[in-house]
């Protein structure tokens, strides 16, 4: 089993900046992407980004060029940096591990993590 626990939310004005993070424990050595995604009220939950052990990254159109996903693998830790925030990013963010094939279940989520942005 993988633990995921997400620390870093919080209430900033638009324009700001918040760094997310995501600490792994439990079986981490079968991760093999983590990511982070968000829901909005009365939204469905979205992807905002990726990052592969290759890594390889993707990112929503919507913040790509403003939100950089980042890992320390030494700490099992992962990132989601937020610069340039807008009204529309407040959401709730959730982590998510995504293990290889071979070991199951393959998606792990965090409890989530608030972030609002104020005008």
């Known amino acids: 089993q993988v633990q995921l626990v997400e620390s870093g939310g919080g209430l900033v004005q638009a324009g700001g900046s918040l760094r997310l993070s995501c600490a792994a424990s439990?079986?981490?050595?079968?991760?093999?992407?983590m990511g982070w995604y968000r829901q909005a009220p009365g939204k469905e939950r979205e992807l905002v980004a990726t990052?592969?052990?290759?890594?390889?990254?993707n990112y929503a159109d919507s913040v790509r060029g403003r939100f950089t996903i980042s890992r320390d693998n030494a700490k099992n830790t992962a990132y989601l940096q937020m610069n340039s925030l807008k009204f529309e990013d407040t959401a709730v963010y959730y982590c998510n591990a995504k293990t290889y094939p071979w070991y199951q279940p393959r998606d792990y989520w965090g409890q989530g993590t608030q972030v609002t942005v104020s005008l």
């Open positions: 990052l592969s052990n290759d890594l390889s990254t």
């Open positions: 439990g079986s981490t050595f079968s991760i093999n992407a």
